[in-house]
């Protein structure tokens, strides 16, 4: 069918957008075109759709109200980085640790795959704001996509509607997304990014960050772009805020690769003893953070989504309580298992599994058979207004001041406890060499030790190198830089057993963060940044035994020998983009660890 302009004139004052729609339709040949408005009415109405086709099944509406299971293609279960590209000009732009095509290249196959794949299908208009409604660091984005599981993802995801139509007004500013399932064929697959244009086009994919292009599409790598070019930072990061006793509320900004527990430190519950003190801890974000200066010289951030896409296994009333409850009502779950009685289940959800359950894929499931019953990659999707500990100032405008940002990987050994910095270039060598192992949220092998600066390997849309010297020269713009830390909450002794009961004691840590920032605790200075002692944490009422804890703690030269040449060999890789200030700084702190000159304390 020929698109139907004059509807859109009547939905947006934007010509670009209508314009851009016309042009998609064309190009796709949907048979209808429904432009969303965000309403109650338009959510009821997409959810009769998407059950009626399969899509979504009803969960049980007693136990769980407005809640949904949708399987996906079991081909289609994570993130494929390998087709994931980035779209510039010069492969130079994109950088090494991206793969990249050129523009023309890139539009032509995909304009091939694309040309009639709507046909017999509908094509949602998803209009979205990224960021508070209203606030200077809030962009407005459009995803057109034949896919209601993301048209009802993206509602639960972004402030979707009305609203973004509104804040573009008649404006040609808006992040062009266009998305098609098509066949699911992996030949047929790419997800691709064109910074220079404020488009990705994603074909071939239903999941997640291949499919919600709000996420890591726009939000990280099309956004860590215009934050080069505008003098801001889009990076890959949870936002909490920490209230202390007194009532003083203190915000962290923490980046950690997908799968190593973001969500959990966002809405941490903090352990009894320090409940009982008075400690409290309010999410602001759980994944993705957008850091401008402010006029007072501080860092603020926002969290540009509305809702959270967390994994679904491991989560239970002991490593997220608040989760749980949120979990509650009104959540889409995507490949986890379901009971007879229509409730979900999942690995590490702490309850035992009903007789009867279907695993994520809908055959029946037998406890004993050794495979999992969720997918290890098993997701929920849930409004940030249903989180029990939402910080009233999630959404704030002007977001919040961040003091302290903390850097985090899953290391089974090397990596202390924690770690502090000695200056801001310190701070950001430490996120630029971290590594981390691999988790189920991309495809490919699980628990390798992959370098993964700022956890944003897979999701910064430039050169690496040229993103390392945008951190360092953002120093410059900050009159109160936040202090940088790195932390590993998965180190383990020889044993195999883990050193740091983690979760709601991982508050300890950050209070020791406080504490260091307003000169109340103490640390002991290594070669590669400062550790706390034992006696320097607050442990009342916390049961680790202090062998464990010297262990967790440890900067062992052995280890760390071995840590820094593997950093300088990621250095050679990224090549001449590494700025000369983290290379002078590596191969100072190589010096200090092996007792050659004089380690150099630089001030904070
Ligand atoms: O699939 S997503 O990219 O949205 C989630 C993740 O990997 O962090
Ligand atoms: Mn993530």
Known sequence: MTPNSSEANTMTKSRALADWVTEAARLTQPDRIVWCDGSEEENERLTREALAAGTLIKLNQEKRPGCYLHRSNPNDVARTEQLTFICTPTKDEAGPTNNWMAPDEAYGKLRGWLKGSMRGRTMYVIPYVLGPVGSHFAKVGVELTDSVYVALNMRIMTRMGKAALE????????GRGLHCTLDLDPERK?????????????????????ALLSKKCFALRIASWAGRT??????????????NPKGETTYVAAAFPSACGKTNLAMLTPPPSMLEKGWRVFTVGDDIA????????????????????GVAPGTSARSNLNAMRMLEHDSIFTNVAMAPDGDVWWEGMDVDPADGMLDWQGRSWDPKSGQKAAHPNSRFTTPMKN??????EADNRNGVPISVIIFGGRRATTMPLVLESYDWTHGVYMGATMGSETTAAATGAVGVVRR???????????????YWAHWLKMRSAIKKPPRIFMVNWFRKNEKGHFLWPGYGENL??????????????????TPVGRVPRPEDLDLTGLHVSPEHLREALAVNPKEWNAELHSAGEFFTQIGSTVPEELRHRHAEMLDA????????????
């Open 167 to 174: 804040m573009l007004d008649d404006s040609d500013d808006f």
């Open 190 to 210: 790419l997800i691709c990014h064109f910074p220079q244009d404020n488009t990705v086009w994603s074909v071939g994919s239903g999941y997640g960050g291949n």
């Open 230 to 243: 505008e003098g801001w930072l889009a990076e890959h990061m949870l936002i909490v805020g920490i209230q």
């Open 290 to 309: 957008w850091l401008r200066v402010g006029p007072d010289g501080r860092l603020w951030a926002i969290n540009p989504e509305a809702g959270y896409f």
């Open 387 to 392: 989180n029990p500990v939402l910080s009233p």
């Open 452 to 466: 993964d600066p700022m956890a944003m390997l897979p999701f910064c849309g430039y050169n690496m190198g040229d």
């Open 508 to 525: 300890r840590v950050l209070k020791w963060m406080l504490d260091r920032i307003d000169g109340k605790a103490n640390a002991l200075d």
């Open 593 to 604: 660890l092996n007792g050659n000159g004089a380690r150099r304390h630089a001030q904070a």
